[in-house]
């Protein structure tokens, strides 16, 4: 079976400064890899995948992940936090072949102070 | 584009009355999704169409839950009758195409449930 595990349940960051949240997954053959982000009383919004290629994924609002496949893991990063990144981030796996359904982690709440 | 449309956003109801959710995907979008998403946890799969077909329903709990999309756009998710542990928020999200396992799926806000 598929899973995520997101270590953190909180991360804090200083305005300006980079920021990290981990992820890492379990899933049987490659992976598709994908972070959420959700704010207060909303849906989750789409940030980047992780599909083949460069691992190194450039997404939405200067956030970016490295995928490493030994190490099994895609954590999700930015050079320089800003207040409004506070948010419910998740990390969610499939598979690349068969079916698969998405599994999410249990997400973690990042607080970036001013 | 218009995104995923759900409705109501919240509801509160007892324990053994029942509710239903309602869902419009963004348009084009084939492939519809139910989640339940309980406080502190990731969204958890409980349905997945393809048009008006259903591709996974393995985690519907199907003694109590049931859904349909039966034009193969909108969708309703019903729980009768509801129980405490339901509580929780109910998103529908819709993607493209289900067989397109590499494409983002698009959220609605939900419907956060509360039952007494």
């Known amino acids: 079976a598929q899973s995520v595990a997101q270590p953190e349940d909180q991360v804090n960051v200083a305005e300006g400064n980079p920021l990290t949240v981990k992820c890492t997954y379990s899933?049987?053959?490659?992976?598709?890899l994908f972070w959420y982000v959700q704010y207060p009383n909303r849906g989750l919004q789409f940030l980047l995948k992780?599909?083949?290629?460069?691992?190194l994924v450039k997404g939405s609002y200067g956030f970016e992940a490295e995928f490493n496949k030994s190490q099994t893991s895609f954590h999700l990063k930015k050079p320089s936090a800003l207040v409004s990144d506070s948010a419910l981030y998740f990390c969610a796996v499939r598979a690349n072949s068969g079916y698969s359904t998405l599994t999410f982690g249990k997400g973690t709440m990042l607080l970036v102070s001013p | 584009e218009a995104g995923v449309a759900q409705s109501p956003r919240y509801k509160i109801i007892e324990k053994r009355q029942s509710v239903a959710f309602w869902c419009n995907p963004i348009s084009g979008h084939a492939t519809l999704y139910w989640y339940q998403q309980i406080l502190g946890q990731g969204p958890k799969l409980l349905i997945q169409?393809?048009?008006?077909?259903?591709?996974?329903d393995s985690q519907l709990p199907k003694d109590r839950f049931s859904a349909e999309r039966l034009k193969g756009v909108d969708s309703t998710l019903k729980i009768q009758p509801a129980k405490l542990e339901d509580s929780a928020v109910y998103l529908c999200?819709?993607?493209?195409?289900?067989?397109?396992?590499?494409?983002?799926?698009?959220f609605g806000d939900g419907t956060r449930l509360s039952i007494l």
């Open positions: 899933v049987s053959g490659n992976p598709y």
């Open positions: 169409f393809q048009n008006n077909g259903v591709v996974d």
């Open positions: 999200a819709s993607s493209l195409s289900g067989q397109g396992f590499d494409q983002p799926q698009h």
């Open positions: 992780y599909i083949t290629g460069d691992n």
